[in-house]
Every structure is written in C-alpha cells, then in structure tokens.
C-alpha cells in the first residue's frame, strides 16, 4: 500500500495560492521578548505580518537533498513536506506543553496562538497528558472562538497517558482508539490530523499498535500515525509490520533535539527519512530555555526553571553538565552578534538546517517570547556551511554515523 508520495516541483508551483494560510493584524509585541539575550545590533526584523510585501519564493532542492522548501507569499514562513508524504507543514509548529498548560491564562494563550497563524505557523501540537487533558480543551476552544477554516491547520496530538487506571495508559487497541475519541472530545474536532504514539510500549506487541493506528485512520478520526521517542529500530519495525500486513506505517517521528541533543536526529533518523520516508519534528529547540544565555550561571526568578514542579530543571541547570553547557551557550555571543540575532534564535535556525527536519515545535509564554522564535527564519539564511562548523567547533560534541 502506498501510503505517502513526495511532492513533485509540479504540484508545488499548483499550490502557490495556497501557500497563504490567512491574513491577520501584525502580532503585538517586540522581537527581544521571552528571555533570549539582546545583543547590541539587534535581532532579524520580526515575521512579515498581513498587508507586507509579498516574499520571493525559495527554489526547491533536488529530490535527493533537503525536505521541499518554499516560502509563504505573505507571512515569510517556510513549508516543508512531512517526510515523504504530501503535507506541507510550517517549519515551525506551536507546542502547547508550556503556552496552553498552567503557566499563563487563556486569554494569552490565544493571542500566542493568534499571533502565531497569523504569521503563517499552521502546525499545532498537543498531548492526552499535558496539564491532565487541559491543554487540549484549551487548544480546542481557541479554534472554536477563532473560526479558521480547518483545511488550514493542522492539529497532532500524542497518545499514551491518559489516566491512572491500568487500562487509561499504554499502546493497546483500547486505549488508543478510546484515548484518542477522548482528545477529539477535548479538542471539539471530529479528527486530528497526526496522532502520535507517545513513547513505545514494550506491553503491547507491535502488530496491535500498528493495526491500532491504521484503524483509527480508517475511521477517519486521524490522517496520518506517528512516533514519539521512539528507537530507530521500533520505527523500522512498525514500518515492516505494516509492509507485512498491508497496513499504514508512520509517517514521521517526534524526536528532542537542541545543541545538546544530537546523535538521534543527526546519525539515526536521516537514514530512516532516505529508506522509509519517516520524517522528523523536533521539540525542545531551546533545551527547556537553557540555550538563551539568560541562566549564565544562577536561576532567575521569572525563569521556568524557578516554578514549582520545575525542580527538575533547576537541578539540570545547577548541575555540572549544566553549568559546562551554559558556558558553551556564552561561547556562541559572538556568532549571535555577528549575525545580528539572539542566541535563542541561533539556536532554533540550527535544528531547521538538519537534515529531515520537517518543522521545530516552539514552547513559548508570551507573543513576545513567539515572535523572537519566528526570527529564526530570517538566521537559517545566514548558516553558511563554514558558521555551523564554527559552531561544531565551539561545542565539540558533533556526533559520527557508525557507517
């Protein structure tokens, strides 16, 4: 069964009046907001809003190169194929583990959200247990309030912990199709379009995930199935087994990846996007806000590391690897400085440049924080080959396919 099919450079210039999400008023709110260190020349022009000149759009690469790339006319914001299949995504999604969760209220989690659509992300990602399902009925009162038509975003959710009864968490048929009626519930969506299994689960054999998921496609209350911290073996295993049965592999993984993180995005899964098809969206492109030189040393109070039930992340910050990691993050001041950006948005271009990328999930606070993240956009133009070797350099932690 032929589940997934790469876009041809045909298709792509037929979709150009779709490359246009919607229209919107300029999001509120400065492009040095959300913690990340200001620099003396400033960071890139913040994301076209409306109304601004149109953008050129990028060439596309040769099939054999980097995902499909183009640009969107009104909003800058770059699309990439999921994969190999034919949805295009924003190269930068929304996560909702920190905007829709219990740190910030409502109100501003629609204007983050609005903001957002408005220049030009159309991916936004959710799970059955971030903030105990609250996240999700956030998620889904927002677009019931906003009205977007819903062929113009795109919703994905995770499947694994849904409650504390035995049968609430976990992989098995009955869990994740109930769990997954549950989130529609939550979301007020008749389907999403991705559904992750969030985790592996070595209690239920992978032929019954598998059919699971193809199930819940079938059914129509999802669109395409994907992973979530998985090896790179599970995933080549599902693929087989639904190669196997005749039934619908995955589509991408979800997988952490920052300048600390690397070896799983960078040896294991680009080998996976070449024979497969599986792509990758990456989450945690900041390392839960550690890679914005804002710690330098000490955990300030309006930090995520200061909040209760954080303790975790102050413990990571003030630990040895932590404090050798923020001294790595001072080192990169001056290619920041050079190239007229944040560190924060360095680092968010840097996960963009890899190889079967398909979108990087931004956790914000505030319109602000969002917006200084969209600047990114504006820094991947300026990676030259010979400034991520300098900052391979700097870091020393580049790792090495076993080939």
Known sequence: MQVSIACTEQNL??????????????????????????????????????????????????????????????????????????????????????????????EMAENVMTVAYENGVNLFDTAEVYAAGKA???????????????????????????GQAETERGLSRKHIIEGLRG?????QL??????????????????????????VINQGLALYWGTSRWGAAEIMEAYSVARQFNLIPPVCEQAEYHLFQRDKV????????????????????????????????????TCRAAIKGYQWLKDKVQSEDGKKQQAKVMDLLPIAQRLRCTVAQLAIAWCLR????????????????????????????QLTPQTVLEIDGLLGNKPHSKK
């Open 266 to 301: 960078e040896t294991q899964l680009p080998e996976l996007y070449h024979k497969i098809g599986v792509g990758s969206v990456t989450w945690s492109p900041l390392a839960c806000g550690l890679i914005t030189s804002k710690y330098d040393g000490r955990v300030p109070e």
């Open 190 to 215: 008749s389907y999403v379009d991705i559904v992750f299994a969030n985790r592996s689960d070595p209690n239920s054999p992978m032929e019954e995930i598998v059919r699971a998921m193809t199930y």
């Open 354 to 381: 890899s190889e079967g990328v398909s979108s990087v999930l931004l956790g914000v606070s505030s319109e602000e924080q969002l917006l200084e993240n969209l600047g990114a956009l504006q820094v991947l133009g």
């Open 136 to 162: 999700e009925r956030t998620l889904g009162n927002i677009l019931k309030n906003k009205g977007w038509r819903r062929s113009s975003y795109i919703v994905t959710t995770k499947i694994f912990w849904g």
């Open 183 to 187: 989130s529609l519930e939550r979301l």
């Open 13 to 106: 210039r037929s979709r150009s009046s779709e490359d246009r999400l919607c229209g919107g008023r300029p999001g509120p709110g400065g492009p040095n907001g959300g913690g990340g260190h200001a620099n003396p020349a400033g960071p890139p022009p913040a994301p076209k809003a409306r109304g601004a000149p149109a953008s050129g759009r990028s060439p596309g690469p040769p099939a054999s190169g980097p995902l499909r790339e183009t640009t969107g006319r009104a909003t800058g914001m770059k699309y990439r194929n999921l994969g190999k299949s034919g949805l295009r995504v924003s190269c930068l999604g929304l996560g909702t583990w920190v905007t829709f969760g219990s740190q910030i209220s409502d």
